[in-house]
């Protein structure tokens, strides 16, 4: 039987999912399937190294998580303008000519919000954290037709970078930054978090629970854990919440469909990733 080779780099990805999705997807396809957990603090090594060692070792293709998805895109082959413009790459297919970049984030977004809300418009958004998976998200907020953006970064200067790149392809939209999003929060239908507060071993909440109210939706790209303070904090406030386990889910599925080109039952995918409980 034929091995694919696969890995994901990022830090703090100790109960990360990841591998045993595509194990799965694997097993749906006859195919063996190794997915390595590959941190670069770990590792003794920076982020390049642990990357050219990938591209150099036998791997179909990698995962790029949290901090190096905007780093990963130098020296990578983007050909999707869409994905050159939001800047940052969660999946990369190593490729006889050189390593190509995509954004599964983006269309993962996409996918997550149409299974939650359907096409009910978005309303005002406010978005905490304008990194990579912001980056993405932002983007496909764009494509499920916002019109009222809110940029919340402690670093201002990424907040108006990404605000800039989103008003170069989407002029008529509006657009705010900031650096505090109690004060951004009021007359927000969806908040947002893509930051990493409230993952495992960063507990907390990028949002205070009274600054929630009149809000319609929440989202959290955090998934280790899927029940987030930031979330729980929402569904109490009467929010209809989107698990960042979607967008892990949808992520995924498109990233196994540019490693693998095989098909998924996403179906039989959803229910053995909810109902097998230990990754090995």
Not at 207 to 226: I, K, N, Q
Not at 272 to 279: G, Q, R, Y
Request: aromatic share 8%; net charge negative; with cysteine.
């Amino acid at each position: 039987m034929t091995t694919l080779k696969l890995g994901l780099i990022g830090d703090n990805i100790a109960r990360s999912r990841s591998p045993l999705l595509h194990r799965l997807a694997g097993a749906q396809n006859d195919l063996a399937v190794t997915y390595d957990r590959l941190v670069p603090v770990d590792r003794g090594a920076p982020f390049e190294e642990v990357f050219a060692a990938c591209r150099d070792g036998g791997y179909r293709g990698v995962n790029v998580t949290y901090p190096y998805k905007e780093r990963v895109t130098q020296g990578l082959r983007i050909d999707d303008a869409l994905v050159r413009a939001i800047g940052a790459v969660n999946t990369v297919i190593f490729t006889a000519d050189g390593p190509q970049g995509h954004n599964t984030d983006y269309t993962g977004f996409k996918a997550a919000y149409a299974r939650v809300r359907g096409d009910v418009a978005t309303g005002p958004v406010l978005m905490i954290g304008t990194g990579g998976v912001g980056r993405a998200v932002a983007f496909g907020l764009i494509a499920l037709g916002a019109t009222d953006l809110r940029l919340v970064d402690r670093d201002l200067a990424k907040a108006k970078a990404l605000a800039a790149d989103l008003r170069c392809a989407a002029p008529n939209v509006q657009i705010s930054v900031g650096s505090d999003a109690v004060a951004a929060a009021p007359g927000a239908a969806g908040l947002i978090n893509c930051t990493p507060v409230g993952m495992t071993g960063y507990e907390g909440t990028p949002l205070a629970a009274a600054a929630m109210t009149g809000a319609e939706w929440a989202f959290d790209a955090v998934y280790t854990p899927a029940d987030t303070q930031f979330l729980t904090d929402a569904a109490a406030a009467g929010l209809t919440v989107m698990s960042g386990w979607e967008l892990f889910f949808y992520q995924g599925v498109h990233a196994w469909a540019i490693f693998a080109g095989l098909p998924l039952d996403e179906d039989a995918l959803r229910h053995d990733l909810i109902h097998t409980k230990e990754d090995e």
